[in-house]
C-alpha cells in the first residue's frame, strides 16, 4: 500500500473512532448560493466532518441536482438514486451511502427534482419509505444548487436555517442577493447566515458582508443577516479535490481546515433557530411542502 493511501485510511480511521452523544435536538441547515463556483458543496462536506468531529449526528442531503458531487469529492460511488425509491425499487436505506466517520449521505439524483410535482400516491410512499430511514441524525445539512429554481427555494424553506455562501466577485455578490431577495418576497424567510469563501483575509471578508447587509437593510426591511465567518483562500483545497478526499482530513492544519473548524464550533455555539421536533417530523414537513 502505497504511504499516502495508508495515511488517508488512518484518518478515516481516526474519525471513524468518535463517539457520538445523545443529542434530541435536531438542526436543520441549507448551504446556498446564487451563483455556482464559489466553493459551496466543498465546504458543504468539509463541515460535516468537522460538526461529526464535534460529536453530532450528520446526515448530508446532496440537493444539488444535476451537478451533484459530494460523491465525487468524497470519493464515493453511490449505486442508486432517488429514482429508484419512487419507482419502488429500492429504499431509502438502500440508497444512503455511509461516509468517513459515520457521515451519512443522500445522494443527489434526477429523481429528486420530482419532488416539487409528486401525485398523492408518491408523496406517501416518499414518507413512508423516510419513517423507515435507519437515522438517528441530529443535524442535517441540505446542499442546495446555486440559483433561484424552485427547487433551491423549496429547500431553503423546509429547513430552520439558511447559510449563504459568497465570494468577493461582484457577481457572486449580486446573485446571493437576488437569492434572499426571492426568499424574503416570495417566502417571507428573514433570517440569513453569510459565510464569505476564498478570500485574501478577515478585511475583505467584512467588505463583502457590508455591501450585502448594507443592501439588505436598504431594499429589504426586516430582513437579518448575520455574518458567520470567511474561508481563506488556500491552495491546499484544489489539491485535496484533486486526491478526492476531503480537506480536513488531507489538510487538516491548512488555513482553510482551521477556519472550517472554527465554523463548526460558532454553529454549535448559536442557539437553534425554529427549534423543535426530530428527523421524522423534518421528513414529514419536506414532503407536506412539495
Not at 61 to 76: C, E, M, R, S
Not at 82 to 99: A, H, P, T, W
Not at 189 to 204: G, H, P, T
Request: glycine share 6%; hydrophobic share 45%.
Amino acid at each position: 500500500m502505497a504511504p499516502d493511501q495508508a495515511s488517508s485510511l488512518r484518518d478515516l480511521a481516526d474519525l471513524d473512532r468518535f463517539k457520538h452523544t445523545p443529542d434530541t435536538q435536531l438542526r436543520t441547515f441549507a448551504v446556498t448560493s446564487g451563483k455556482g463556483g464559489v466553493g459551496k458543496t466543498n465546504l458543504v462536506v468539509n463541515l460535516s466532518l468537522e460538526l461529526i468531529r464535534a460529536k453530532r449526528r450528520v446526515l448530508l442531503i446532496d440537493a444539488d441536482l444535476g451537478l451533484a458531487n459530494v460523491d465525487v469529492l468524497l470519493g464515493l460511488t453511490p449505486r442508486y438514486s432517488m429514482r429508484d425509491v419512487l419507482s419502488g425499487d429500492k429504499s431509502i436505506n438502500d440508497v444512503l451511502v455511509q461516509g468517513p466517520g459515520g457521515l451519512q449521505i443522500l445522494p443527489g439524483a434526477s429523481g429528486v427534482s420530482e419532488l416539487s410535482s409528486l401525485s398523492t400516491d408518491e408523496k406517501l410512499l416518499l414518507l413512508q419509505q423516510l419513517d423507515t430511514v435507519e437515522s438517528e441524525a441530529d443535524t442535517v445539512i441540505v446542499d442546495t444548487a446555486a440559483g433561484i429554481s424552485d427547487m433551491v427555494l423549496y429547500f431553503n424553506i423546509a429547513v430552520q436555517e439558511r447559510i449563504v455562501i459568497a465570494t468577493g466577485e461582484p457577481t457572486s455578490l449580486t446573485d446571493a442577493y437576488a437569492l434572499i431577495k426571492v426568499l424574503y418576497t416570495r417566502h417571507q424567510e428573514k433570517r440569513f447566515k453569510l459565510l464569505v469563501n476564498n478570500v485574501r483575509d478577515a478585511m475583505e471578508a467584512k467588505q463583502v458582508y457590508r455591501k450585502m447587509s448594507t443592501a439588505a437593510a436598504h431594499f429589504l426591511r426586516g430582513v437579518s443577516l448575520d455574518y458567520l465567518g470567511f474561508i481563506p483562500t488556500d491552495p491546499a483545497v484544489n489539491r485535496s479535490v484533486m486526491m478526492q478526499k476531503p480537506l480536513v482530513l488531507a489538510f487538516p492544519n491548512s488555513p482553510a481546515s482551521q477556519a472550517v473548524r472554527a465554523l463548526a464550533k460558532r454553529i454549535l455555539h448559536t442557539p437553534v433557530q425554529n427549534s423543535g421536533g426530530n428527523i421524522k417530523f423534518f421528513w414529514r414537513r419536506l414532503v407536506d411542502m412539495a
